[in-house]
C-alpha cells in the first residue's frame, strides 16, 4: 500500500507490508523512488506484485492526484484500504473504520445471543472483555472520536454497543444504564478512551516508548504539554483535522491533572485519583471525562451516556 501526502520520502515496513509516504507534489522523487523499489526487486529476486499494489491520495492541500507506476504497470486508485486491521480513508477521517468496527461487535453480539444459554453476569462479562470490547477499542488512540461537536452521534453509537449487551444480563438487564455499569464495576466507553489517550501520553512524556518524542512539548513548569506544532500555520481545513489526533485531542484532560499524578514514577500508581461525578466524590481511576473544568462534558456524559 503506498500513501502519497505532502511531506518528505519515507518508506515504512511492516512484515511484509511497505507504505511509501511522499509529497504528491513532487512528482519525479516519487518515481525515483518507485524505481529504487524494481531496483531492489532485481537485486533481491523478490518481486512486488503491482495488482495488489494501491495509491491512496490524501485529500489535502490540493493533492494533483497523479498516476504511478510501478513494474510498468499502473497502479490503482483506492479511496480508502484496511491496513494492519484499521481502515484508512483518504480525508483521514475515522468514521468508517469505527462504523466497520461497531458492525463487527454487534454481529458477535447475535451470535452470542442464538448461541449462548447461560446469561449469569461473571459469564457474560467475561465474553464482554474477550470478545465484543476489543472490536471497539481496536488500535484506539488512534481513531478515537474527539469530544467535539459533530462527534457525538458517532460516540454514541459507540456507547450503544455496550448498552445493548448489558441489557442481555440477567438480575441487571433493566436497571438503568448507569446502574448496570457500577454493578458489572464498568465506566463507559468513552471514559475507557480518554483513560486510554491518558494513558499513552503519559507514556510518551515519561519517555517509556521509544516514540512520539516529537509530538509534546512541555510547559515551563515541565507539567502540562502543548502540541509541537502550531495551529495557527496551514489551512483551516489541515487544523480541523489536526485536533482529531492525539497531540490535539488529550490536551484538555492531561492539563487538568494534578501535578503529582503526571509525575508519578508508574502508570498504575498515577492513574488512580479523586475525580467528582454528580456531586459525589469518589476513589477511582480517572477515565477523567469528569473533570472540573470540563462541566459541558460532564453534563453530556451524565445526561446521554450514563443515564
Known amino acids: ?27 519525479s522523487s516519487i518515481s525515483d523512488d518507485l524505481k529504487e523499489l524494481e531496483n531492489w526487486e532485481n537485486i533481491w529476486l523478490l518481486r512486488f506484485n503491482p495488482l495488489k499494489c494501491r495509491v491512496i491520495h490524501l485529500d489535502l492541500n490540493n493533492n494533483p492526484n497523479l498516476d504511478y507506476h510501478l513494474d510498468g504497470v499502473k497502479l490503482n486508485n483506492s479511496e480508502l484500504e484496511k491496513d494492519l486491521g484499521v481502515t484508512t480513508h483518504r480525508s483521514l477521517l475515522w468514521n468508517y473504520h469505527i462504523k466497520a468496527s461497531i458492525s463487527k461487535a454487534n454481529r458477535m453480539i ?11 453476569k461473571s459469564v457474560m462479562l467475561n465474553i464482554y472483555k474477550s470478545l465484543i470490547r476489543p472490536h471497539l477499542e481496536y488500535c484506539v488512540q488512534l481513531w478515537n472520536p474527539a469530544v467535539a ?64 518524542e516529537d509530538i509534546f512539548n ?68 480517572p477515565h477523567c471525562a469528569f473533570f472540573s473544568r470540563q462541566l459541558s462534558l460532564q453534563n453530556y456524559y451524565t445526561q446521554h451516556l450514563s443515564g
Open 218 to 285: 512541555l510547559s515551563r513548569s515541565g507539567s502540562n504539554i502543548f502540541s509541537s506544532v502550531s495551529l495557527k500555520i496551514g489551512k483551516a481545513k489541515i487544523k480541523n483535522l489536526r485536533k482529531t489526533f492525539l497531540p490535539e485531542r488529550v490536551l484538555p484532560f492531561w492539563n487538568a491533572l494534578l501535578v503529582f499524578i503526571k509525575n508519578s514514577y508508574s502508570v498504575n500508581n498515577g492513574l488512580h485519583c479523586v475525580k467528582t461525578r454528580q456531586g459525589k466524590e469518589v476513589s477511582t481511576l
Open 110 to 120: 447475535c451470535w452470542i445471543v442464538r448461541s449462548l444459554i447461560i446469561r449469569e
Open 149 to 212: 461537536h459533530g462527534n457525538w452521534q458517532i460516540i454514541l453509537e459507540l456507547e450503544a454497543v455496550q448498552r445493548r449487551f448489558t441489557r442481555l444480563i440477567e438480575d441487571i438487564g433493566t436497571l438503568p444504564y448507569s446502574d448496570r455499569l457500577n454493578a458489572l464495576n464498568l465506566t463507559t466507553l468513552a471514559e475507557r478512551r480518554v483513560r486510554g489517550d491518558l494513558i499513552e501520553t503519559y507514556k510518551i512524556v515519561s519517555n517509556l516508548v521509544e516514540y512520539g
Open 1 to 27: 500500500m503506498i500513501y502519497l501526502i505532502q511531506s518528505k520520502i519515507k518508506l515504512k515496513l511492516f512484515a511484509d507490508d511497505l507504505k511509501l509516504i511522499g509529497n504528491a507534489a513532487d512528482f
